[in-house]
T-cell receptor
Framework: QKEVEQDPGPLSVPEGAIVSLNCTYS??????FMWYRQYSRKGPELLMY????GNKEDGRFTAQVDKSSKYISLFIRDSQPSDSATYLC??????????FGQGTRLTINP | DAEITQSPRHKITETGRQVTLACHQT?????MFWYRQDLGHGLRLIHY???????NKGEVSDGYSVSRSNTEDLPLTLESAASSQTSVYFC????????????FGPGTRLTVL
């Protein structure tokens, strides 16, 4: 079983919809949680970074961490075609070594 | 602007050849990382370095080596390329103070025939 599980999709939604992306994990030592966005044939770019449990909002993006359930989520409000990308969750126990999910491919249809 | 670059962007090589992929960052970051990305596996850590002359093995280090002679560069060497090493390789760096915030390069697509 992988330390971090993420549904690879693909996920396709209409423009303007709220998107929910999720990851589960098994290692209770993870304290740092990140979401990366990766456009086709590009490197991942850091989108959201949270420490421990709770919510963090940045514009249309909200990251949630529930350590008791070992579950993290990324919500995208008012989704745009430019949000079409692969979204990767990543987490760390503090030793700087990130463990990534498989990535979810998202398409926003105009 | 500071950045992280990788070269070459595409490489085709033959089984058994030695290949070196370059990674250069201008952020003056202490930490540098090499990952490979494959379908069904996401990003997996190959090697990493916390500073000059420091190198460490990651999850999938067999067949790869790195050396860190300065802050800016962390070249990745495939000693004897194998078809299983066909992949997209990403270099990343992070500052000592915010080590989990890693910034990625554009990637190198390597094909081993």
């Amino acid at each position: 079983q992988k330390e971090v599980e993420q549904d690879p999709g693909p996920l396709s939604v209409p423009e303007g919809a709220i998107v929910s992306l999720n990851c589960t994990y098994s290692n209770s030592a993870f304290q740092y949680f990140m979401w990366y966005r990766q456009y086709s044939r590009k490197g991942p770019e850091l989108l959201m970074y949270t420490y421990s449990s709770g919510n963090k909002e940045d514009g249309r993006f909200t990251a949630q961490v529930d350590k008791s359930s070992k579950y993290i989520s990324l919500f995208i409000r008012d989704s745009q075609p430019s949000d079409s990308a692969t979204y990767l969750c990543a987490m760390s126990g503090g030793a700087q070594k990130l463990v990534f999910g498989q990535g979810t491919r998202l398409t926003i249809n105009p | 602007d500071a950045e992280i670059t990788q070269s070459p962007r595409h490489k085709i090589t033959e089984t058994g050849r030695q290949v070196t992929l370059a990674c250069h960052q201008t952020w003056n970051h202490n930490n540098m990382f090499w990952y490979r990305q494959d379908l069904g596996h996401g990003l997996r850590l190959i090697h990493y370095s916390y500073g000059v002359h420091d190198t460490n093995k990651g999850e999938v280090s067999d067949g790869y080596s790195v050396s860190r002679s300065n802050t800016e560069d962390l070249p990745l060497t495939l000693e004897s390329a194998a078809s299983s090493q066909t992949s997209v390789y990403f270099c990343a760096s992070s500052a000592r103070e915010s080590s989990n915030e890693q910034f990625f390069g554009p990637g190198t697509r390597l094909t081993v025939l």
